[in-house]
């Protein structure tokens, strides 16, 4: 088996990953998300997992804030994180979250969100404890926030636009 490549989305990637988010989730929910996030400037890192030529899985982050009255920290939200059905358990959503983790990292971002199963984003440092301060409109055990550093422990998470499109 080759190794897979991770490496920034390329504007000949799309349709791929388009087709990637609609065969992993089932629909086009999340390839709309994705689509909306990119054209409003919303994307802060978004990754493509390549294995033999092919797109096999693709991670995304956005701009979120977390706003304490005036105060607005900038942290990012991640979603969505697929791998095509047919490579899950390869790896690839493992190596898409480890090189974006050091990517944002270097980058200075110092908190990320997620909404999603714990047993499977825990593997990586979030955890709800470290969310559970946050006001959101996604509440429960899902929200889950990982920081690099100093960051908020409470306030309103305000999510990019396109998120109050889905559903």
Do not use: C, K
Request: hydrophobic share 45%.
């Amino acid at each position: 088996m080759s190794a897979v490549i991770i490496r920034p989305e390329e504007p000949e990637d799309l349709e791929a990953i388009r087709t990637l988010l609609a065969t992993a989730f089932g629909g086009e929910a999340e390839a709309r998300l994705v689509d909306a996030l990119r054209a409003a400037g919303d994307v802060v890192l978004s990754l493509v997992a390549e294995r033999a030529g092919e797109v096999r899985g693709h991670i995304l982050f956005s701009r979120l804030f977390v706003r304490n009255g005036e105060e607005a920290f900038p942290a990012v939200a991640l979603a969505p994180l697929a791998v095509h059905p047919d490579h899950q358990g390869e790896g690839i959503g493992t190596a898409l979250m480890d090189d974006a983790h050091l990517r944002l990292q270097r980058d200075g971002e110092r908190l990320s969100v997620v909404l999603g199963d714990p047993a499977y984003y825990g593997r990586f440092g979030y955890a709800h404890q470290r969310a559970a301060g946050f006001e959101s409109a996604y509440r429960g055990d899902a929200l889950q926030a990982l920081a690099w550093g100093e960051a908020p422990h409470a306030g309103r998470l305000d999510y990019a636009a396109a998120f109050a499109d889905l559903g």
